[in-house]
């Protein structure tokens, strides 16, 4: 069984940072997953907005190229997404997901940002 967790979200005022993480419960996920991130904000349908295959290979959603970046940790199990200048339709409850032979979703982590 697959587990991912989220952390970091929160809230912050436009143009601030935040970085979430995503720990997932095996090692076996990054080295045979891919991974991702992806975010659904108020009335919204879910949205790719970053992942990253067992290559490294990685790609971002034009809406945040530039300001947000993914990264992993692979001896930690860990899945970053580092968000600057974030703007107010960057609000959304932001998941974590593993690609595997089958799909698995964190619960999912709220990121809030005003004016």
């Known amino acids: 069984q697959v587990e991912l967790v989220e952390s970091g979200g929160g809230s912050v005022q436009v143009g601030g940072s935040l970085m979430l993480s995503c720990k997932a419960s095996?090692?076996?996920?990054?080295?045979?997953?891919?991974m991702g991130w992806y975010r659904q904000g108020p009335g919204k349908e879910r949205e790719l907005v970053s992942r990253?295959?067992?290559?490294?290979?990685?790609v971002t959603a034009d809406s945040v190229k530039g300001r947000f970046t993914i990264s992993q940790e692979r001896a930690n199990n860990m899945l970053f997404l580092q968000m600057t200048s974030l703007q107010i339709e960057d609000t959304a409850v932001y998941y974590c997901r593993a690609d595997c032979t089958a799909t698995y979703w964190g619960q999912g982590t709220q990121v809030t940002v005003s004016s």
């Open positions: 095996s090692g076996y996920i990054f080295k045979s997953c891919g």
């Open positions: 990253i295959n067992k290559n490294g290979v990685t």
